[in-house]
Nanobody, 125 residues
Framework: QVQLVESGGGLVQAGGSLRLSCAAS????????TGWFRQAPGKEREFVAA????????YYAASVKGRFTISADNAKNMVYLQMNSLKPEDTAVYYC??????????????????WGQGTQVTVSS
C-alpha cells in the first residue's frame, strides 16, 4: 500500500521560510514524478513543483520559481520542498503527490495517482 505523509507545515510571517517533507512508502518512484500541489480556500488545487527521482529534473510553477526548491533523497524515500521568501498568497494546504507511471504532464493533478493528506501552510502579512 502506497503512503505519502507530509510534515513541516505551520504559521510563518511574510518573508520567512518553511521546509515541507514528504515520506513515501509502499513502492519506489524512481521512474516517475513526485510533486507538490497546493489548495487555498475556494480555489482549485494547483501545481507547485515536481521532481523526477532518477534524473533529479525539476519543474516549478512560475509563481514559486526562484523562491521554492524541491529535492529528493532516494535513500530515505523522502521529498522536500524548501520554501523561502514566503508571501501571504502562498497560504494553502500543501499536498505531496506521486505518479504511478511516468507522465510528462507534470502540472496536471490527473496524472498523479497517490496523494498525501496535506499540511497547512499559513503566511501572515
Amino acid at each position: 500500500q502506497v503512503q505519502l505523509v507530509e510534515s513541516g507545515g505551520g504559521l510563518v510571517q511574510a518573508g520567512g521560510s518553511l521546509r515541507l517533507s514528504c515520506a513515501a512508502s509502499g513502492r519506489t518512484f524512481s521512474s516517475s514524478l513526485t510533486g507538490w500541489f497546493r489548495q487555498a480556500p475556494g480555489k482549485e488545487r494547483e501545481f507547485v513543483a515536481a521532481i523526477h527521482w532518477s534524473s533529479s529534473t525539476t519543474y516549478y510553477a512560475a509563481s514559486v520559481k526562484g523562491r521554492f526548491t524541491i529535492s529528493a533523497d532516494n535513500a530515505k524515500n523522502m521529498v522536500y520542498l524548501q520554501m523561502n521568501s514566503l508571501k501571504p498568497e502562498d497560504t494553502a494546504v500543501y499536498y505531496c503527490a506521486a505518479q504511478r507511471i511516468y507522465s510528462a504532464y507534470y502540472a496536471s493533478t490527473d496524472k498523479y495517482e497517490y496523494w498525501g493528506q496535506g499540511t497547512q501552510v499559513t503566511v501572515s502579512s
